[in-house]
């Protein structure tokens, strides 16, 4: 773990007070360059293809791309297209080190296992970062960022767990602190994730590495292996070398919510259920039990996770002719006075019981939490006001990211416990489940 320790509640407290507050301030918030409030950023995009293509085009509809950079030249080729003066790099490395006087901000859409060492760098170089979710793959690593992003204030940061900056999630928030449901002690969440291969073991057929992938580039601090399709440029997430299975990929948008409206922090347990354990994958299906004690006027509250198809049970106000579960992925809020329903990025909330939802339209709480028009466009509004988007590294991202891979932690231990103040475990855990070991040539 990093020599010094983290104070969790006083990241929550300084970004309370400046995550959803936007002022214009002079442009020296904006690093070397010197950019006036009024021009566009020079963003360098790190991982381009798949869902990397999607964030570059979120923020070239309100910035500038300057450079992109990938691993895979043909999975790039539709970002390329797209932005064709951008300068093209496949080393992130070699990027930042050229580029550094030119670049204002970082965008990083890599697999997880590269999520850490890219992020790091793009804040040590100065830039302000967008980081896909989960903000890394190892707990160690979230602690490190942490303490990175939080020595660097005039950063912003941001992790691209959308929904944080959607309407839907911070409608929840207001509707819970407005009672719509009354006391919420159990939230239930689930999803149909993995749709890749999980509970598997290492392929062993040979195959040659495309012409158009620099796979050494693309283990990046991960142990070498040779390449199989099995990994790249997809099935990555359900091997723990790569990625962090179902619970990693989608829990930073569906747990977001709940984390955030109930101020959730470190659980006290995290017990897990799952099909067969393999060593190198992640299971096909799971269940897993967050217990978390009660803070201040807050009872304790429990956090169910399912995925692999397995769904909560059908809540009692939710009528009988009405499809249950109402989509394959969502969340499900239950307080002593009624239910509440969201998908997965807390879209399309609402009660349970119809009657009482139409009430609540009728008359609905006051609008406490601004709205904003993106996750991209709240990130860069961040940058030239000075302060710090919802989903900020050290106030949401990293507990958030965190939380979630406890839950990793307690499928291959089978339960864990902490002190729910300062996230001590309570029995030593293995090194090498906390702390990832990078090959020769990659650091944080």
């Excluded at 830039?127 to 690593?141: A, D, F, G």
């Excluded at 009872?299 to 769904?311: A, E, K």
């Excluded at 996750?375 to 509004?381: D, G, I, K, L, N």
């Excluded at 475990?425 to 702390?435: C, D, Q």
Aim: hydrophobic content about 35%.
């Amino acid at each position: 773990m990093p020599d010094t320790p983290i104070s969790r509640r006083s990241f929550v407290n300084e970004a309370a007070s400046t995550s959803l507050a936007f002022t214009i301030v002079p442009s020296h918030v904006l690093g070397k360059r010197h950019t006036a409030p009024s021009d566009k950023l020079n963003v360098a995009c790190i991982g381009v293809g798949g869902m990397g293509e999607s964030d570059v085009r979120g923020i070239a509809a309100i910035e500038n791309v300057y450079a992109l950079c990938d691993v895979d030249s043909q999975r790039a080729q539709n970002s390329i297209n797209a932005n064709p003066k951008a300068k093209r790099y496949k080393d992130y490395r070699e990027m930042l080190d050229k580029e550094a006087r030119n670049i204002d901000a970082v965008s990083i859409t890599t697999p997880d296992h590269v999520h850490a060492v890219a992020t790091m760098a793009a804040l040590k170089a100065g830039k302000h970062v967008y980081t896909q979710k989960p903000l890394t793959r190892t707990i160690w690593e979230a602690r490190a960022v942490a303490q990175e992003a939080a020595r660097r204030p005039k950063q912003a940061t941001q992790m691209g767990n959308q929904g944080h900056a959607n309407e839907g999630t911070r409608q929840i928030r207001e509707w819970v602190e407005a009672g719509a449901i009354g006391t919420v002690r159990t939230i239930e969440l689930w999803t149909n994730r993995p749709i890749w291969p999980q509970g598997i073991i290492r392929p062993t057929e040979m195959h040659h590495v495309p012409a158009t992938l620099d796979w050494d580039l693309w283990l990046g601090p991960a142990q070498p292996r040779p390449y199989h399709p099995s990994y790249a440029p997809f099935n990555w997430r359900g091997w723990w070398d790569f990625g962090t299975g179902a619970l990693g990929d989608m829990a930073c948008h569906i747990m977001d919510a709940s984390f955030w409206t109930l101020q959730l922090r470190y659980p006290t347990r995290v017990t897990a259920e799952c099909s067969q354990l393999f060593t190198e994958t992640a299971p096909r299906a799971t269940r897993i039990t967050y217990e978390f004690p009660a803070a201040g006027a807050r009872p304790p509250v429990t956090v169910v996770w399912r995925d692999g198809n397995i769904v909560p049970p059908r809540p009692t106000d939710w009528s009988s002719d009405r499809q249950w579960p109402f989509d394959s992925s969502g969340q499900l809020w239950i307080g002593d006075s009624g239910t509440l329903v969201a998908g997965t990025y807390g879209e399309n909330p609402r009660l349970s019981d119809e009657k009482k939802h139409a009430d609540l339209m009728a008359n609905p709480p006051a609008q406490k939490y601004p709205r904003t028009k993106s996750v991209y466009a709240e990130w860069t509004e961040a940058i030239r006001a000075g302060t710090q988007p919802g989903s900020n590294f050290p106030g949401h991202a990293a507990p958030l990211t965190e939380m979630v891979l406890l839950g990793n932690l307690a499928l291959k231990l089978g339960r864990i416990e902490l002190n729910p103040t300062t996230g001590a475990f309570v029995s030593a855990i293995p090194e090498e489940l906390l702390r990832p070991v990078y090959r020769e040539g990659w650091k944080l």
